[in-house]
């Protein structure tokens, strides 16, 4: 049986992976690189299949919450992990109310349930888990800072090999329909900055998953840029080191690209500037290298940014 932290979805293709989540159900989409669950009348989920654990394990994820939009009755997002016919986990977003709830429910009620001012940004983040006979429920404003806001002994049903499903769900009464959206879920450790960025390391830039910036950013370290993964920023890019630039993966620049070491540029894979306007340059006082198979010694010509047809 597959531990729930195996579950992992980033929503970055806009097309829904039917091996993760095979039991959806209503108006659900991804796009926009977030999964996207309409929240009206009716019910709709993102809903995986019914064979994970949850013992020894987590789930975590980026959730952005319905408006109450005009509702008089309820309005709200929950993330679920359950057995079935109303015996789950959760966390729910009552957007009518401004309430964040945390939830161990039979037969859909909780007598214990704990309930919280709901804060956009404390709580951006929320993560279920359980160690060592107990369940956890924590809220954070990114996946590296975490709050614990309830704990409670693990139910048997969580604790044996009870096939579990794990849920993403939007509903409201009545108001006017919109949506409710989620990200991330247990995508590795890594950085996702969402708007122009500025990444700064005095020493080493690292990331064990990924950098992903969608608009302008700027990526600096004295010492060295270092992505295991890859890096990917979709405008105009500055990615600057004294030491060098390292991608095991590959870095992928959307616009305009700058990209200067003191020392070298390095690829174990690849380096793409797809820049039909701008300027890329190789500021290199000594001869660079790219390892993906050969040794490259680029040149440069002034006014004639790299792959122009200008």
């Known amino acids: ?38 929240c009206d009348s009716g019910f709709s989920a993102y809903s995986s299949g019914l064979l994970y654990s949850l013992a020894g394990s987590a789930i975590y994820l980026r ?9 008089t009755t309820e309005a709200w997002a929950q993330v679920l992990v359950q057995a079935g016919g109303g015996t789950d986990l959760m966390f729910e977003i009552d957007a009518l ?9 039979s037969g859909y009620f909780d007598p214990d349930v704990v309930a919280i001012p709901y804060e956009p940004d404390a709580h951006a983040w929320l993560r279920i888990s359980e160690t060592a006979g107990t369940v956890t429920w924590e809220t954070g404003p990114n996946p590296q800072a975490w709050t614990v806001r309830r704990t409670r002994a693990t139910p048997e049903w969580a604790a044996t090999g009870t096939e579990l499903e794990f849920q993403l769900l939007a509903h409201r ?20 900055v969402h708007g122009a960025t500025s990444l700064v390391a005095v020493a080493t830039l690292a990331a064990e998953g990924r950098v992903i910036s969608p608009g302008s950013a700027a990526l600096a370290s004295v010492a060295a840029l270092d992505a295991a993964g890859r890096t990917t920023v979709r405008a105009a890019v ?12 590959h870095m992928t620049g959307g616009g305009a690209a700058v990209l200067a070491a003191s020392s070298n540029v390095t690829a174990a ?3 793409t500037a797809a820049a039909t306007r701008g300027r890329a340059s190789a500021a290199v006082p000594r001869q660079p290298s790219a390892t993906a198979g050969r040794s490259l010694t680029p040149t440069a010509r002034a006014g004639l940014p790299s792959g122009s047809n200008s």
């Open 238 to 249: 500055l990615l600057e080191a004294a030491g060098g630039l390292t991608a095991v993966g």
């Open 1 to 38: 049986m597959p531990a729930l932290a195996d579950l992992i979805d980033d929503f970055d293709d806009d097309v829904i992976d039917a091996g993760l989540w095979p039991g959806s159900f209503g108006a659900v989409s991804e796009t926009g690189g977030r999964a996207r669950v309409a």
């Open 173 to 192: 009464g009545d108001g006017t329909p919109d949506a409710a959206e989620f990200d991330s879920v247990n995508v590795p450790r890594g950085t996702v």
């Open 97 to 105: 109310g401004g309430v964040l709830k945390c939830m161990a429910r």
């Open 269 to 271: 894979g690849r380096v």
């Open 63 to 71: 959730v952005y919450p319905p408006s109450a939009g005009g509702a």
